[in-house]
């Protein structure tokens, strides 16, 4: 009895199509990099009960075994990362938390010490939310090297989240902290970190030869960049897009857009279909 095959969707663009190419030539020198909320996991309103989507971690399991690397580029913590996704069934999954402060790989995580400008803006946030007239529902969330704030439970989440802009900026600017914003979200975090300084240190330190990133978010949008200074000096990549109605400037500079997690699971399969 056969076993049918999910097929690989094509890119849209012909660097993307190089891209694939590339990892599907030589998959054990290839780098296959994915944002976890948005993109690994559906969007959820308790960040805590995010979970990986049911069908990505079986089917990173498989490419575990053929690609050179597989690696999470989050802003979350990679700890908690790990344990929301389910990444310890994953050998030797590099999960690179905190726009790749963090380092988590088969269960040992590395944690730098938190720069002094996050504990103050965490102390002050309360005090500055308040101050601001954050309505119920605007969680905050810490990040130990960053802290966020959500408003995605706030009975108007965007204007909600357009009144905290301005105090928020204010609160990382006296702090040296650098503005991520994000779905609903705003993180305060250090400055000189992105998912493409991540991703670009990652793929030099593997010497990979073909990469490819999936992401949704604007805090994907660096990655993306670096995805095309990497074609730029010779290494093929693909940009992948988990699409959704919330964030809509990413699919724009995509090579290739998918139903949301829901689609990046299948392009995993998929991938793990064709080479396995």
């Not at 049918?4 to 599907?24: D, F, K, S």
């Not at 989240?161 to 650098?178: E, I, S, V």
Request: glycine share 12%.
């Amino acid at each position: 009895m056969s076993t049918a095959r999910t097929v690989l969707p094509e890119p849209a663009t012909p660097e993307g199509r190089a891209g694939l190419a590339a990892l599907l030539a030589e998959p054990g020198q290839a780098l296959a990099a994915l944002d976890f909320d948005g993109t690994l996991s559906p969007i959820v309103a308790d960040p805590a009960q995010a979970r990986a989507h049911p069908a990505a971690v079986p089917a990173l399991r498989r490419l575990a075994g053929v690609l050179g690397t597989l690696a999470v580029i989050t802003g979350r913590p990679a700890a908690v990362a790990a344990d929301l996704g389910g990444f310890g069934q994953v050998p030797g999954l590099i999960v690179l938390g905190q726009y790749g402060l963090e380092r988590w790989v088969d269960g040992q995580l590395t944690v730098p010490a938190p720069p002094p400008g996050v504990a103050a803006a965490r102390a002050e946030l309360p005090t500055l939310l308040a101050k601001a007239g954050a309505p119920d529902g605007v969680q905050t969330e810490d990040k130990g090297l960053a802290v966020a704030v959500h408003t995605r439970q706030a009975a108007d989440p965007q204007a909600t989240l357009d009144r905290l802009r301005a105090p928020l900026a204010g609160l990382a600017g006296r702090h040296g902290l650098t503005v991520e914003p994000g779905r609903l979200v705003i993180e305060l975090r250090p400055p000189g970190t992105d998912k493409g300084s991540a991703l670009k240190n990652l793929v030099s330190e593997r010497k990979s030869r073909a990469v490819m990133f999936c992401g949704d978010d604007l805090g994907d949008v660096a990655a993306f960049g670096a995805v095309r200074a990497l074609r730029g000096s010779g290494i093929p990549g693909l940009t992948v897009c988990s699409g959704s109605a919330e964030v809509t400037a990413l699919a724009e500079s995509a090579d290739l857009v998918v139903d949301g997690p829901d689609g990046i699971a299948a392009l995993l399969t998929a991938l793990a279909d064709t080479l396995t």
